[in-house]
């Protein structure tokens, strides 16, 4: 269980990037949705030891995040939304060095649990290339390997997907669904989908606070059926914004398709659309 | 567009703040060293280039900027320009400004002016620091004179701004085609090496001309220029545009501009930053667009065991550290930065230990100090470079978001990174050892000492690296900013290099000093190894406690502000490396208070201001009793007990006194040498000590009876030198050693009487400590002075008996003849006897030495060396037979039977002579390789022995009065013989080589003068460049302007008629009166000049044409200018008049002399022909090296075919 209480962070800059920021997290894949700048990283790193709070506290089992930092990193598994390669240096190399760094001073071990990860991450074949020449996919990849080196019991995945193309990303999302279920794993990402694709648990951030939290499918059934949809001509984006309250609005063959909510069949034109995360995420962050 | 590129970048450079902080820490840096050299401080002393150089002068104004702008100031020349050409690439706004239809010519050079102007403008702050300085109330007045603004300006435009232009242009270049910043600073090194190269490389006199052309920076040229300049010529004239400056900034101009070109021609508008040395190469992958059940299976991976904790952590550690040093063998720049080294190393090898231009056998503590010395500098870079890539390697990768969240504690990611940087230090000194070797080995040396090179290397050096390492690792862990760090870094090891023990004084307060360490073939590393290891601890605890705080501090997460970092510190977590910096604190202090003991407590520390100010004092307070009566020493007997290993020395001595002054004396003053301690003083007619002043040592005894004219007494006396702990800095002769002791008698043996020889000489420091001006000798008229030689005050000639004992496997040595030798309770004693009276000026040796011995005419020739330096017994012994040949045919009979020369450690580097006993360093001969085929080695240890043993007649035989002009007799005469000696036994090829690197010395020095430079017949004792160099030159010219044996014959009757003699003793008027005797009038006026004047020439041949005659002969007609000068002791030279007698030679193809005429030639032009049988090529004005020439290397000319034959 991951207890998040009142967690508050403001940068040197004036940036407010969490307010009083509590979240409950058992185990599962807990997804954790937000636009750019919401705060998500701010609190990945945080839960991850990088960074500290100004205030607010974050309890891992007994462990208490901020104050026993080298603690948690014995039980983390951490793949950055961000990170580098050295220059020359091969996937199981690299692998090697982590391994040993999270507490794997037994050379046989170390080995077969590498050449395990290399295998079920498929990148085995590759696995003495240098990880510079790695497509995007593939380092996300080895990111997870790295991440499950040593069976950590807390995972944070932070923003995997972010410049995948859409079959990487279809691959990665296939990769990250059988971390499994005893442990927890956080999954800070910016696409709705993958939260409906892989996620039982969620919380939606903006602003640096938490705005929706739940089960994904609890929060759509609690929308089902105020979902309306109409397609309009470009020009008229503005008059239906006044009017109605719109969710969202994407383009469509030249026209525009905009979702509104309301409890009552608006009239008009709209049809009833069937609710998905989408309309949660954009209801809750406009 | 070119204008608004320009404008932009000035105006971004002006917004930065690095740009005002650049300019103040070079306005602070020139501002410190200003006042330094303003002679702020009057404790410190740093002159450039002589006393009476003022500190504003042209020529250190000159020197301050170039110097500090190239060296501090390059690296912001690569900071700015490096920065503005790798812009675009390093922050990736390189694609939104190629697709802009910018030109290349006006993107690049736009960039490139701009940067330029603002490093020109920030390279102003050293002159406005300067000036300041300067103008600043704080320094002396003495020191400085009026302001011209006219100097700081000629500085910028011939030096500092084509500098500047020539290294933007470099690293310009290079920025374009590497695009790497790391290949930015690696050409930075080359750089500086290939300057260095080129310094050591050229610095020889025949290479003076090219040396001056292809310095990049003009120091050369500078240095050609100003090279005999005068003081006066220093303190008022700036460089002139002309001549070889004016070649070598107009070469150099042109090379940056070809430079800027080739950068240009080499960029091409393509996006992404070009790697050198790798390609990369994007790995597909097989993506499956539709579900496929993954592998992954966290429960099919295989168990493994967790451990925390020490071990592990240890484990951990000493993985990470392989790790660190396998990624270091592989980078590619340090395989470069190896070659690279390889190859400086080897090349610099050409001027290992070369004295007179000729070299030394490749021993290896030569090989090993010489090759570290070079690549010093160059290990000191990349470890500041390696340090900084290392601490911000995961950082600068973005890898650490991965690492700093594992459960690794900061120690061990710090001591990796350590580890890593030490290796790579180890592999640098490897490289030195193992260059060192190869070049033993190509000098066909095979006697590698591999302890030297591991206990040098490994044992001393590395030592001091790894604590810089540890520093600039801790600085790189501190600072948000690589480059500040860098920049810091610099700064910090100019100051600790430089000022720091100019300013702090103690070496506990200079970071990784040490008192210092000198290897000798003889005493190893004798007693500087205690000391050092200590030193080495306290700066190693220090170092302990930044590694601690470096890995309590580690940047680690994404937030790295050092308050943040500071909070993390004090958490529970962090309490061991707090302990460690406690224990590393402690150990530092207590450290550092056994040091103090030692040097302040159980030895005397003073500065050298509270050396001088003890001197001031003593004459403050007993000058009254110069002159007083005092009676003399006329015979010595010692028992003298060295103790090798403990260093200590135990004396016992009677010594005759006699008065042999006019009045009674009633009181006998009694001054030692502070290193030693007076037991028990016993005078035979009683007496009782009615003065001690302790601080100073003067003690005044009351004699119960006064000693009547004509009386005698014994002074007998108990002496010590003891060796306690250590001192502060490396002392090498001052006390007896393990092995090569060398000790005369005044370092601790009672003197009689108020000894001038004490006081403060120079008299810019006697006005520092307020001490009234004072000739530096008695004049040459002070007939008082004629009362005492120049060697003692208390004594004439002695009689000499001393026994001495040391440790069985040494030999203990003392002038005089072995009477008997003897062991008795494990001791080794020896007896020796002088059958004649001797100067007061005697030494003691002992070490285990080896002994050769040659019969000659029967004289005992006696070597005494240390094993292994057999090479050049043979040219000594040579030289004694042909010197002792010489000098007794010549001028008078040897006095002894016996001549020894002794080897002592390098500690010091002469020879000295003293009665039949030759005490000659192991560091000037006993090592030469001389290689006689070679026409340009000089055989010096030849030269060194003929010169020594000279001395056994000009100072031992003749020894002149305590005047100006007096150590002529013994140096100049000693100089004089050595030549005529070296003359007969080498080729006048070799000589004139010989002669010309004196004329160089002497020209040179005389610029340097720091007092005024006196005629020959007058100089001070301090005056080297006058006895020596110049001295021997003119002699040996009189000799041959005199020809036949009439010099000869005039010293023989001066040595007859004063050797042995007491007082009054002679002068320099003396020797010229015997010289003038036998001097013809035409050439009265060159003994003048010699002797009495300061005398220089500037012969010239301006023309020369061959013309071939119908005889088969060739005529040779030439021209010759010719000037003489007169200088005043200013240095303030003056044309006048001539009509002198000039040599001029006729050579051939194989440098052999055709024909040599003597002409009397007034000054201008002169037209003169000469006809040779053989065909000839050139002609020589003043071959024989007979005339001061201010520029001799136009005194030889290539002729010329003539146009049409001749008819007469």
Same mark, same amino acid.
């Given at each position: 269980m991951l207890q998040i209480k009142n967690l508050s962070k403001t940068y040197?800059? *004036?940036?407010?990037?969490?307010?009083d920021v509590s979240l409950d997290i058992s185990n599962g894949m807990f997804g954790l949705l937000g636009p750019n700048g919401a705060g998500k990283s701010t609190l990945m790193r945080t839960i991850a030891t990088l960074q500290d709070a100004d205030s607010g506290s974050i309890m891992f089992g007994g462990i208490d995040v901020m104050k026993q930092k080298h603690e948690l990193r014995k039980v983390l598994g951490y793949l950055p939304q961000e990170f580098g390669v050295y220059p020359k240096v091969s996937a199981e190399e690299m692998l090697h060095y982590i391994a040993r760094l999270k507490g794997i001073d037994n050379a046989k071990e170390r080995k077969e649990l590498v050449t395990a990860l290399l295998q079920q991450v498929n990148l085995y074949n590759h696995k003495?290339?240098?990880?510079?020449?790695?497509s995007g996919g593939m380092k996300q990849r080895f990111g997870i390997a790295q991440a499950l080196i040593?069976?950590?019991k807390l995972i944070i995945v932070d923003?995997?997907?972010?410049?995948?193309?859409p079959a990487e990303r279809l691959r990665f999302n296939n990769l990250l669904s059988e971390?499994?279920?005893n442990i927890i794993v956080i999954l800070s990402t910016h696409i709705v989908d993958d939260v409906s694709e892989l996620c039982n648990d969620m919380a939606i951030i903006a602003n640096g606070q938490v705005v929706q939290r739940g089960n994904p499918e609890s929060l759509i059934a609690a929308v089902q059926n105020k979902i309306w949809s109409r397609r309009i001509k470009k020009a008229d984006v503005t008059a239906y914004q006044e009017k109605y309250k719109v969710i969202l609005s994407k383009l469509s063959g030249g026209d525009v398709m905009i979702h509104i909510f309301s409890e009552?069949?608006? *009239?008009? *034109?709209f049809a009833m659309e069937r609710a998905g995360l989408e309309d949660i995420y954009f209801a809750n962050i406009a | 567009m070119f204008g608004h590129i320009f404008t932009f970048e000035v105006r971004r450079w002006l917004r930065s703040i690095s740009t005002y902080i650049y300019m103040l820490i070079l306005f602070l840096i020139t501002f410190f060293t200003g006042l330094l050299i303003g002679g702020t401080w009057p404790g410190v002393t740093a002159n450039f280039?002589?006393?009476?150089?003022?500190?504003?002068s042209p020529v250190i104004i000159d020197a301050m900027l170039t110097n500090i702008n190239t060296y501090v100031g390059l690296i912001i020349v690569v900071a700015v320009i490096g920065n503005s050409v790798l812009k675009d690439f390093t922050n990736n706004t390189a694609a939104l400004i190629f697709?802009?239809?910018?030109?290349k010519f006006n993107y690049l050079f736009g960039r490139f002016c701009a940067s330029l102007f603002i490093v020109l403008i920030i390279l102003t702050a050293t002159g406005l620091g300067l000036m300041a300085a300067f103008s600043s109330?704080?320094?002396?007045? !003495?020191?400085m004179e009026a302001f011209h603004l006219s100097y700081y300006v000629a500085t910028y435009w011939q030096s500092v701004i084509p500098n500047a232009l020539l290294d933007g242009a470099i690293f310009f270049a290079v920025s374009l085609i590497a695009r790497d910043i790391f290949v930015i600073w690696l050409s930075l090194i080359v750089f500086f090496v290939a300057i260095g190269i080129s310094n050591s490389y050229f610095s020889s006199l025949e290479h003076q001309t090219l040396s001056a052309l292809v310095d990049p920076l003009g120091t050369h040229a500078k240095r050609a220029i100003s090279?005999?300049?005068s003081t006066y010529q220093k303190n008022h004239y700036h460089y002139t545009m002309t001549g070889l400056f004016l070649y070598n900034r107009l070469l150099w101009i042109g090379v940056s501009f070809v430079l800027l070109a080739v950068g240009y021609s080499f960029?091409?508008?393509?996006?992404t930053a070009r790697k050198l040395f790798f390609n990369k190469i994007k790995l597909k992958d097989n993506a499956i667009p539709v579900f496929k059940k993954s592998d992954l299976n966290r429960d099919a991976l295989p168990k493994v065991t967790l451990s925390f904790g020490r071990v592990t952590y240890l484990k951990s550690l000493w993985g990470l550290s392989v790790n660190e040093c396998k990624t270091l063998l592989r980078n590619t720049y340090f395989r470069i930065i190896l070659l690279f080294g390889m190859l400086l190393l080897l090349l610099v090898?050409?001027?290992?230990?070369?004295i007179y231009d000729t070299s030394t056998y490749p021993v290896t503590y030569i090989v090993a100090e010489f090759l570290e010395g070079t690549f010093h500098i160059v290990i000191v870079v990349i470890t500041f470079m390696f340090a900084g890539e290392l601490v911000w390697k995961a950082r600068d990768y973005r890898m650490s978001n991965i690492l700093d969240?594992?459960?690794?504690?900061n120690w061990v990611f710090y001591f990796s990174k350590m580890v890593g940087l030490m290796f790579m230090q180890v592999i640098l000194l490897c490289l030195v050892m193992v260059c060192g070797i190869l070049v033993q080995t190509f000098m066909g040396?095979?006697?590698?000492e591999l302890p030297v090179y591991l206990e040098y290397?490994?044992?001393?050096?590395l030592i001091d690296f790894w604590l810089l390492a540890i520093l600039a690792v801790l600085v790189q862990t501190l600072v948000g900013n690589k480059y500040v760090g860098y920049f810091i870094l610099a700064i910090f090891y100019l100051w600790n290099s430089t000022f720091a023990q100019l300013v702090?004084?103690?070496?506990?307060?200079?970071?990784?000093? $040490?008192p210092g360490v000198e290897y000798s073939?003889?005493?190893?590393?004798g007693h500087a190894i205690f000391p050092y290891i200590v030193f080495k601890v306290y700066w190693g605890s220090l170092a302990l406690c930044f590694a601690a705080l470096s890995s309590l501090l580690?940047?680690?997460?994404?937030e790295t502000g050092l308050r943040l970092r500071w909070r993390h510190a004090k958490l529970?977590?962090?309490?061991a490396g707090w302990v460690v910096i406690l224990i590393g604190l402690i150990v530092f202090i207590s450290c550092g208070g056994f040091i103090y003991y030692n040097t302040n407590v159980q030895n005397e520390f003073r500065t050298s201001f509270q050396q001088e100010e003890q001197q001031a004092n003593y004459e403050r307070l007993y000058?009254?009793?110069?002159?007083i009566p005092q009676p003399k020493i006329t015979a010595v007997k010692l028992d003298v007990d060295i103790y090798p290993k403990e260093r200590n020395l135990h004396a016992g001595g009677v010594f005759t006194l006699k008065?042999?002054?006019?009045h009674p004396i009633d009181s006998v003053h009694i001054l030692i040498a502070s290193d030693a301690k007076l037991g028990k003083v016993n005078f035979s007619t009683g007496a009782r000590?009615?003065?001690?002043d302790s601080v100073i040592g003067y003690r005044i005894y009351k004699l119960t009876q006064p000693m009547q004219p004509g009386d005698s007494i014994l002074l007998t006396f108990n002496t010590d030198i003891i060796t306690h702990g250590f001192q502060h800095n490396f002392s090498g002769l001052g006390a007896p050693l393990y092995n090569g002791t060398f000790l005369n008698n005044t370092s601790f043996l009672p003197s009689i009487g108020?000894?001038?020889?004490?006081?403060?000489?120079d008299n810019t420091t006697r006005k520092k400590h307020k001490l009234g001006y004072r000739p530096?000798?008695?004049?040459?008229?002070?007939?008082?002075?004629?009362?005492?030689?120049?060697?003692?005050?208390?004594?004439d000639f002695i009689d000499f008996d001393a026994t001495l004992s040391t440790v069985p496997d040494q030999i203990a040595i003392a002038p005089g003849y072995l009477q008997k030798e003897w062991t008795t309770n494990g001791r080794r004693y020896f007896h020796y006897k002088m059958d004649s009276p001797i100067l007061n000026f005697y030494s003691f040796l002992s070490a285990r030495y080896e002994v050769k011995k040659e019969m000659w005419n029967g004289i005992s020739l006696e070597i005494y060396y240390t094993k292994g330096?057999?090479?050049?017994l043979d040219r000594m012994f040579n030289g004694m037979k042909k010197s002792l040949a010489y000098y007794s045919a010549e001028f008078s009979p040897y006095q002894h039977r016996q001549v020894r020369i002794l080897e002592f450690p390098r500690y010091s580097t002469f020879a000295q002579s003293f009665p039949n006993t030759i005490p000659f360093s192991?560091?000037?001969?006993?090592i030469a390789d001389v290689n $006689?085929?070679?026409? !340009?080695?000089?055989?010096y240890p030849f030269y060194i022995t003929a010169h020594e043993v000279a001395h056994q007649w000009f100072a031992h035989q003749v020894i002149g009065a305590?005047?100006?002009?007096?150590?002529v007799l013994v140096e100049t005469l000693a100089q004089y013989g050595a030549i005529m000696v070296m003359q007969n036994e080498y080729t006048a090829e070799k000589l004139r080589k010989f002669l010309h690197i004196e004329m160089d010395n002497y020209l040179s020095s005389r610029s340097n003068e720091g007092e005024k430079e006196k005629p020959l017949a007058y100089i !001070?004792?301090?005056q080297g460049y006058i006895r020596y160099q110049k001295g021997g030159i003119v002699m040996h010219a009189l000799n041959n302007y005199l020809g036949g044996d009439s010099l000869n014959h005039a010293l023989s009757r001066f040595v007859h008629r004063?050797?042995?003699?007491?007082?009054p003793y002679p002068t320099t008027l003396d020797l010229m009166r015997y010289i003038r005797e036998v001097t013809p009038d035409s050439l009265q006026y060159f003994v003048t000049d010699i002797f009495e004047k300061i005398t220089l020439y500037k012969n010239k041949v301006a023309e020369a044409k061959l013309t071939k005659m119908p005889d088969g002969k060739y005529q040779v007609n030439f021209s010759i200018e010719s000037q003489k000068l007169y200088s005043d002791s200013t240095g303030l030279e003056k044309p006048v008049a001539s009509n002198d007698y000039i040599e001029v030679g006729v050579y051939n193809g194989k440098r052999k002399m055709l024909k040599l005429e003597r002409y009397k030639i007034p000054g201008g032009t002169t037209k003169l022909s000469m006809i040779v049988d053989e065909k000839p090529e050139k002609v020589i004005v003043d071959p024989r090296v007979l005339l001061i020439d201010k $520029?001799?290397?136009?005194n030889e000319l290539k002729l010329t075919e003539g146009a049409a034959v001749a008819k007469k």
């Open positions: 040197p800059n *004036g940036v407010q990037a969490l307010r003495s290339k240098f990880l510079g020449g790695y040593g069976n950590p923003e995997p997907t972010a410049g995948l193309d971390i499994g279920e009552e069949n608006p *009239g008009d *034109g | 280039g002589g006393e009476k150089i003022f500190a504003n697709t802009t239809p910018v030109s109330p704080w320094v002396n007045a !003495d020191r090279k005999y300049w960029f091409s508008f393509t996006g090898s050409f001027q290992l230990g070369k969240a594992l459960p690794v504690p040396y095979m006697h590698y290397l490994f044992g001393f050096r702090l004084k103690h070496n506990l307060f200079v970071f990784m000093s $040490d073939d003889m005493n190893g590393f580690w940047a680690r997460g994404s529970k977590e962090a309490r000058k009254k009793y110069n002159n008065n042999k002054s006019v000590l009615a003065f001690y108020y000894n001038e020889g004490y006081e403060l000489a530096t000798s008695h004049p040459i008229t002070d007939t008082l002075a004629y009362q005492h030689n120049e060697l003692s005050q208390d004594a330096h057999e090479y050049n192991e560091g000037i001969g006993f $006689d085929s070679s026409k !340009d080695d000089v055989d305590d005047v100006e002009g007096s150590v !001070d004792e301090g004063y050797a042995f003699q007491g007082p $520029d001799f290397n136009d």
